[in-house]
């Protein structure tokens, strides 16, 4: 079957404010740790990971999205960390809202009712910044960063690139104020 999307997956997309304040802390730590800088334009946070799709399941995962119910809540990203396993380094809240895991739990269970799945475990809510990093060198004390979480999206990996690290927005849907 042709392919719609690869990579899908729903996400908390920052505000350009925050996605500047998100560059400046990559920036930071790429000055100790090295690594492949994330394209500001494509820094997210993910709530739900899809996966490669057809056209056909496109719809099915706007059908999920649209039942989604939840209001907008703040996050604050002001934390680097390090997974030396994937060997990325990202940024992390110190506390994580209960309504972004209220929401990424109503995706979770959406997407497992709807035939997606089995669905990767919900991880620790993080926004990838470098991958590829140096295992050492001390971390930066970050400027956090943060937005008001409107909406969440549906996002896939960019047409027409070569490397998986460019995403593109497909659709959005907005939190109840
Ligand atoms: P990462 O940045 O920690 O690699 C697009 O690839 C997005 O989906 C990225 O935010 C990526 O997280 C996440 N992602 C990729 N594969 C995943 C998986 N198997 N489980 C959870 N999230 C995944």
Sequence with gaps: SPEAASR?????WPTERAAKALASMRDD???VRAGRAMPTDS???TLAFVGDQ???SLGRLMTVAAVVRGGSFDVRFDQLNYWPHNRIVW???SAVPPALVRLASQLHAGLHSAG???LAPLTMP??????????EGVLPEPDPAAWCCAEFVLACAAKKEASSSRYEVLA????AG
């Design 8 to 12: 899908l997956f729903f996400a908390l």
């Design 29 to 31: 730590a790429s000055l």
């Design 43 to 45: 820094l997210h946070c």
């Design 54 to 56: 057809d056209a056909a």
């Design 91 to 93: 940024a992390g809240m």
């Design 116 to 118: 997606f799945g089995p």
């Design 126 to 135: 993080h926004i990838t910044l470098l991958r590829h990093a140096r295992p």
């Design 172 to 175: 959005r849907w907005p939190l």
